[in-house]
C-alpha cells in the first residue's frame, strides 16, 4: 500500500491522485480538487449502476427519471412539458424527443391542454403507472445496497452537505428561483 509523505495511506483513485500532485506541485493544496474528484467519481460510479439496474427493467435512466417525475406529481400524474421539465432532470431541448419516445412505448400520453391550447400535457398512462410502481421498490432497494457502507448518520450528513454545495450553486426546488439561503 502507498502511503502519503506523512504516513497516511492511499485508500482510493483519487487520494493517489492527490498524492502524485503533491510530489509534483508541493506549493499548491489539492484538497479542492479531491472534493470534486470524489462527487464526479461517485456520479459516475453511481450512473453506471442505475444505468445497469434500469436495463433489466427495459429503461433508461431518463424514462425513470420522466415517469418517476409525473409518478411522484400524484394523481391525475399529468404535467405540461414545462413543469415536467421544471421538476426533472431533464433540459427542455431534450423533452420532446424524450416524450416522442415515451408516448411510442405507451408509457404516456400527450394532449393539448383544454384550458390553455398553448400547453401541452404529459400524462402518465396505465401500464406507465404499473411500471414505474414496479421499478421503484427495486431502485430505492438499490440505492440502499450502494449507500449501505455508509451509516444512517452519514448518509444524513452527506445529503445535507450535498444540499448545502447544491444550493450554493444556484439549484433550487421547482417554483423558488431564490438559494433558501439568500
Known amino acids: 500500500m502507498r502511503r502519503f509523505g506523512g504516513g497516511r495511506p492511499v485508500e482510493d483513485n483519487v487520494d493517489w491522485r492527490m498524492d502524485q500532485w503533491r510530489t509534483e506541485r508541493p506549493d499548491i493544496d489539492p484538497t479542492p480538487m479531491g472534493v470534486v474528484a470524489r462527487i464526479q467519481r461517485a456520479c459516475r460510479l453511481l450512473e453506471r449502476e442505475l444505468r445497469d439496474h434500469f436495463a433489466t427493467h427495459d429503461l433508461q435512466l431518463w424514462e425513470f427519471d420522466i415517469l418517476g417525475t409525473l409518478r411522484r406529481s400524484g394523481p391525475p400524474y399529468q404535467l405540461t412539458a414545462g413543469q415536467l421539465v421544471e421538476s426533472s432532470m431533464v433540459t427542455s431541448g431534450a423533452i420532446t424527443n424524450r416524450i416522442d419516445r415515451l408516448v411510442a412505448r405507451k408509457l404516456v400520453t400527450r394532449e393539448v391542454d383544454p384550458l390553455n391550447r398553448r400547453s ?51 439549484d433550487h426546488s421547482p417554483g423558488n428561483p431564490l438559494n433558501p439561503s439568500d
Open 120 to 170: 401541452v400535457l404529459i400524462s402518465l398512462t396505465e401500464g406507465g403507472r404499473e411500471l414505474i410502481d414496479r421499478v421503484v421498490v427495486h431502485h430505492v432497494d438499490l440505492e440502499a445496497k450502494l449507500l449501505s457502507k455508509l451509516s444512517g448518520r452519514d448518509q444524513e450528513d452527506l445529503a445535507g452537505l450535498l444540499r448545502k454545495l447544491l444550493t450554493s450553486l444556484g
